[in-house]
């Protein structure tokens, strides 16, 4: 008796560590779905990465004096992983800056960039920021990586993304 209910205990904890890693599995399938791999060389990503960079100061000076209107304010974070130089980019919501570095709130979940978790604060310095956003009212500024990924969405896709967003994208890039 004592025999049976050892393997039944053995046997129900295998169950339960089966689901456990089927369901991080799914998850982490599910996390993959949702993220852009973009080649480093994506002539077309590179341009808007070096156009963010190019135009940061006016989001700085937006950020430093922002209109009533605007009411997000967002940086994209170059987050290195594994060897070598690959980055995983993600957002940072709630940004600040003062002077040397940002500071935010991770956006998504960092799926490659281990060590970090959403909502984690984190900072940044200015050579590790890869787009800026601004929302002011329902207009999207900046957001230069997002507009190469939104050239390459059906017109339904890039609907259902201003819907979920909240706010509406232009055919190109707007400046504060």
């Given at each position: 008796?004592a025999t049976e209910l050892i393997v039944l205990v053995l046997f129900i904890g295998v169950i339960a560590l089966f689901i456990s890693v089927n369901r991080n599995r799914a998850k982490r399938t599910s996390d993959l779905r949702n993220l852009q791999f973009v080649s480093s060389n994506d002539a077309a990503m590179n341009a808007a990465?070096?156009?963010?960079?190019?135009?940061?100061?006016?989001?700085?000076?937006?950020?430093?004096?922002?209109?009533?209107?605007?009411?997000?304010?967002?940086?994209?974070?170059?987050?290195?992983?594994?060897?070598?130089?690959?980055?995983?980019?993600?957002?940072?919501?709630?940004?600040?800056?003062?002077?040397?570095?940002?500071?935010?709130?991770?956006?998504?979940?960092?799926?490659?960039?281990?060590?970090?978790?959403?909502?984690?604060?984190?900072?940044?310095?200015?050579?590790?920021?890869?787009?800026?956003?601004?929302?002011?009212?329902?207009?999207?500024?900046?957001?230069?990586?997002?507009?190469?990924?939104?050239?390459?969405?059906?017109?339904?896709?890039?609907?259902?993304?201003?819907?979920?967003?909240?706010?509406?994208?232009?055919?190109?890039?707007?400046?504060?």
């Amino acid at each position: 008796m004592a025999t049976e209910l050892i393997v039944l205990v053995l046997f129900i904890g295998v169950i339960a560590l089966f689901i456990s890693v089927n369901r991080n599995r799914a998850k982490r399938t599910s996390d993959l779905r949702n993220l852009q791999f973009v080649s480093s060389n994506d002539a077309a990503m590179n341009a808007a990465i070096q156009r963010a960079k190019e135009t940061l100061p006016l989001f700085i000076a937006e950020l430093s004096h922002p209109k009533p209107t605007q009411t997000n304010f967002s940086v994209k974070a170059m987050l290195p992983y594994g060897l070598g130089n690959s980055t995983e980019h993600i957002w940072l919501d709630g940004v600040t800056y003062d002077g040397t570095i940002f500071m935010g709130k991770l956006a998504n979940e960092p799926i490659l960039a281990k060590g970090m978790h959403l909502h984690d604060l984190i900072t940044i310095k200015p050579d590790y920021v890869s787009d800026w956003m601004i929302v002011d009212k329902d207009r999207l500024l900046g957001g230069f990586t997002l507009h190469v990924l939104i050239k390459n969405m059906t017109d339904e896709e890039k609907k259902k993304y201003e819907v979920t967003s909240g706010y509406t994208i232009g055919e190109e890039a707007e400046l504060p």
